[in-house]
């Protein structure tokens, strides 16, 4: 018999509508949680789940990331932060500062403003919770021809270190996971000879995530989990 770990409870999934983000939906779904995408934008109503309230919010804003806290009736049990941006090769005497800023608030500065709100909604409910983001296999690499989006997530490893040691008290876990190149219509395009068997499929890293917003993830706060696939 599956247990589903996430019955009745609500999962907020920030970037649910993209290629990772719906497979999080579906497997958040199936958990029977209750899930909430929170985007940029949302999908036309024809294009839209039923089962999924959808609200729009800017992460590069504060005010609206903390206004989508509020206007949740009561703390999420799990926040997931699947917004991101991805620059591609450049050398480090060719460093386009504009992109390295660029880089460092799609990906860091949203993390910490999802971080920092979810946790301040955790506390005044006092139950606990899950954080999970999103990494990438870069963070663990040595970033040549690619400093700016390397980086930016190896500063979203750290921002789960410092916060999971903030709030191992509060009954809050904060981890990341940390994808290779992901198996999606868009990647395979950009890459037509590539082995796309040795990539992770969305819906497997999807069952990752799962888990770490599980119950039975209680122990593991501050990881980084790699998702790498075969590659």
Known sequence: MVQNFL????????GGTGALGSAVVVRMLADEAKVIVADASTPASTNANPNVRYTTVDALDEESVESCFASLDAAPWAVVNL????????????????????????????????????????????????????????????????????VSKLAVVRLVEAAAVEVRDDSITVNCVMPSIIDTPANRASMPTADYAKWPRASQIAEVISFLVSDASELISGAAIPVYGRG
């Open 7 to 14: 019955a009745g409870r609500t999962v907020v999934v920030f």
């Open 83 to 150: 917004i991101g941006g991805f620059a591609g090769a450049q050398a480090i005497v060719d460093l386009d500062l504009s992109i390295l800023r660029r880089q460092l608030e799609l990906n860091l500065m949203t993390a910490a403003t999802i971080t920092k709100h979810a946790v301040r909604r955790f506390k005044a409910d006092g139950l606990g919770g899950r954080i999970v983001h999103t990494s990438s296999r870069v963070a663990t690499q040595d970033g040549h021809n690619g400093f700016s989006y390397s």
